[in-house]
């Protein structure tokens, strides 16, 4: 290459040592002359460029190889060229150059190329009998150089140092001059590497301390203890391991306070070793830690249960890596031996580390979830966001109901589980603990869920509920049409009593004069639950309204209402076309005792609607009584087969309201039910019978797999009260295994005739 040809780069002066005897890298440097930016001009420099070869090469051969890398790297201006590296170069560095012809035409860039080249490759006496007698001088060469200029760790022991310049302080020096004054003692070199134990990095840190540890022991000792103490992990072993043998009352002492103090159990368990060495050994225990790690598993069950057994909670740190085991069982034991040993930073670390499989972190979070501390919302947190959905529903009702604060952000999180029943959870969690910023996630997951719009409104009022009268009525106005709404229907819980606030009966008479067809709906849900006679008439004015989301509400205003006409109004609406209203009027007629109402609602029990159905059951039994028993038995029998399991219920306590022998055959089936509150309600309503046939029905509860229906079945026979139900009690407690039941079975048995 031409020098006309040189690369233009940015002036770059590397900071680095490439021993060339010793390049642990296998890295190898050549050098050329690249023009480049020096200040404001270009300037020519030798720049190096490194090249991989064996690690294994002989001084000679590194120049030889150095010199024919170049050659080749050049070409044509280096055909001439030579270099002879004589025999004895070990011992003398001296090498003999020619240049030839051909570099004539470029002699100050060949020249320089090849001095540096050399010199480099460890030539200590380049000859060039061609252009001068005398070896070269560093000042004969054309062009400049980028040379080697390392750090003072990178020249001492056990690296060996090749051509170059060290930076000791704020001055440069030869780097075979700076080892042969640490070797021989020199109190300024011993003192700047004295120093590099104070290095911002680690790495430089870790390196000093062996070189340090070999100094005089009144330089090295009070040098190297502070070490211990220090937070990267490589430079505290790296101390530890300088200690070893050693006598010293103060590196005892050190080693000593790092048992007690360090949480790491690895260093804890090499200070240890180091202390059981010097015969002390009242910190045996850690040498367990070490167990841990040991290929037999043997070794390693037995380790875990002595520290598990130990009562040492930092024991539980040096467990947590057995956590990751291959063997399962031993990961299980570990994990007891942690919960049992009860040290809250092993189970918070537990719970903060990812890498650790997902039923450890939420064992360690059920732990932390049962304490009082701070600790106990970060084992609710993890369990709301990441535990399974029953852990997760446990986690929010327990934020809920211990007022955990800290964790209702995370309850507002699981707002959005693709999980119904933790959404449900959620919600009704943040109805309880009434904290105004759950307003919006719950507006917003009513918007995405439109299944769990009840649940979500429900909450909201609740919120609502706590919050003051004047918060209240500002959100009435929120820009977000849910909340609105929302609030609209909640400001009836302040105007409750016998004397309603006029401000909320303003407002809400004011809202439901609005164009907004849902802020006209939630202002007529509020006014039908406050109790004013001014209140109920304005509704009843509405009465005849075309929306029927309005009529609903005056007929659950009427039907709690003092009006004379109060019963006509609610049989009118029993023929009302919405469902919604009618079933209203239904649920009012009911509570107000209005059995005339009767002879339309017979006509109702077989409604398709379930909740009209469950309506119109509950009305006949409390309205009919034991008087309308006969009229309603074919109804009350039909619905003893209704695919709802509340109309169910309420059918089979009607029927049951008047003894008759067909009675029980007819709740036997019921007494079977997919349902189980059917089945105990079935249980309960034949044990109030006092029928001896109930007997038999009863009995074959008994033998069903669910315990708290056995429960119930001892019970119903109980309240028969008579001797018949003694038999199916006694062959029960012949067969029954679980002692709970068989001493509430004799319980039972004790109390009948």
């Not at 509405?542 to 006509?568: C, G, H, M, N, Y």
């Amino acid at each position: 290459m031409r020098h006309s040809e040189a690369r233009h780069v940015p002036l770059v002066i590397a900071l680095l040592l490439v021993s060339a005897s010793a390049a642990a890298d296998t890295s190898y440097v050549f050098y050329t002359v690249e023009s480049v930016r020096w200040g404001t001009g270009d300037h020519q420099l030798c720049l190096p460029r490194t090249y991989p070869s064996s690690p294994e090469l002989t001084p000679a051969a590194i120049v030889s190889e150095a010199f024919q890398r170049l050659k080749s790297f050049r070409g044509s201006l280096y055909n001439d060229a030579n270099v002879n590296v004589g025999g004895d170069f070990g011992s003398s560095g001296s090498v003999e150059a020619t240049l030839g012809a051909a570099a004539q035409a470029e002699l100050a860039v060949v020249l320089s190329e090849v001095y540096w080249t050399l010199k480099a490759a460890g030539a200590r006496e380049i000859r060039l009998p061609e252009l001068k007698k005398e070896p070269l001088s560093d000042s004969d060469v054309p062009f400049g150089v980028a040379g080697f200029v390392a750090q003072l760790w990178q020249v001492l022991p056990p690296a060996t140092p090749g051509n170059g310049l060290v930076r000791v302080g704020a001055t440069l020096e030869s780097a075979t001059t700076v080892r042969q004054k640490f070797e021989t003692g020199d109190k300024n070199i011993v003192a700047a590497v004295v120093a590099l134990l104070k290095s911002p990095a680690p790495f430089v840190r870790q390196k000093a301390v062996p070189v340090v540890a070999k100094l005089a022991t009144a330089t090295a000792e009070p040098a190297l203890i502070p070490l211990l103490k220090d937070p990267d992990m490589g430079v505290k072993k790296a101390a530890l391991a300088t200690f070893e043998g050693s006598k010293s009352k103060k590196v005892h002492d050190a080693l000593e306070h790092m048992v007690q103090t360090d949480p790491d159990p690895t260093v804890k368990s090499l200070a240890v070793k180091l202390l059981n060495a010097a015969g002390i050994t009242k910190y045996q225990v850690f040498v367990l830690f070490e167990k841990l790690k040991d290929p037999d598993e043997g070794v390693v069950r037995d380790a875990i249960e002595k520290l598990g057994k130990g009562g040492k909670p930092e024991a539980a740190l040096a467990l947590i890596e057995v956590l990751g085991h291959k063997n399962t069982q031993i990961q299980d034991m570990a994990m007891k031996a942690i919960v049992a040993l009860g040290s809250t930073p092993a189970l918070v670390k537990i719970v903060d580390d990812d890498k650790i499989a997902p039923k450890f972190r939420a064992d360690a979070a059920k732990v932390l979830a049962k304490g009082s501390a701070d600790e106990a919302d970060k084992g609710l947190a993890y369990l709301a966001k990441s535990g399974s959905t029953a852990e997760q529903i446990s986690a929010i009702e327990d934020v809920a109901k211990r007022r955990r604060y800290k964790v209702v952000a995370d309850v507002i999180g699981a707002l959005g589980s693709a999980d119904p029943t933790v959404r449900a959870a959620a919600a009704k969690a943040l109805g309880e603990i009434k904290d105004s910023k759950s307003l919006q996630p719950l507006a917003d997951a009513m918007k995405k869920n439109p299944s769990d719009v009840t649940l979500m409104e429900a909450a909201v009022i609740a919120i609502f509920g706590g919050l003051s009268l004047d918060e209240v009525i500002k959100t009435s106005d929120s820009p977000d049409p849910a909340l609105t709404q929302l609030a609209v229907k909640s400001l009836a819980k302040f105007a409750e009593g016998d004397r309603p606030n006029p401000r909320v009966i303003e407002v809400l008479k004011k809202k439901l004069g609005d164009a907004d067809k849902d802020l006209r709906r939630s202002a007529a849900f509020a006014l039908a639950r406050i109790n004013d006679p001014g209140v109920v008439q304005s509704l009843v004015a509405l009465k005849a309204d075309s929306d029927a989301t309005i009529r609903e509400q005056v007929a659950t205003a009427v039907a709690k209402s003092k009006l004379p006409d109060a019963d006509a109004i609610l049989q009118t609406y029993l023929d009302d076309t919405d469902l919604g209203t009618r079933r209203a009027a239904v649920d009012g007629l009911r509570e107000r005792k209005v059995k005339a109402a009767l002879a339309k609602l017979r006509f109702l029990y077989k409604h398709p609607d379930e909740k009209m159905r469950r309506s119109v059951c509950l009305a006949l039994v409390e309205l009919g009584g034991v008087e309308a028993w006969d009229a309603h038995f074919q109804m009350y029998s039909e619905l003893l087969f209704d695919q709802s399991p509340e109309v169910k219920m309420c059918a089979a306590r009607g029927i049951g309201g008047r003894r008759d022998a067909r009675v029980p055959g007819l709740l036997q089936s019921l007494v079977s039910d997919s349902n189980t509150e059917v089945q105990k309600t079935a249980l309960e309503v034949l044990g109030k019978t006092g029928d001896p046939a109930a007997v038999e029905a009863i009995a074959m509860a008994l033998t069903d797999a669910k315990k708290d229906i056995k429960i119930a079945a001892l019970e119903a026979l109980g309240s028969l009260k008579i001797e018949a139900a003694k038999k199916p009690i006694m062959e029960f407690v012949k067969n029954e295994s679980d002692k709970d039941l068989v001493k509430r079975a004799n319980a039972v048995f004790d109390t009948l005739p």
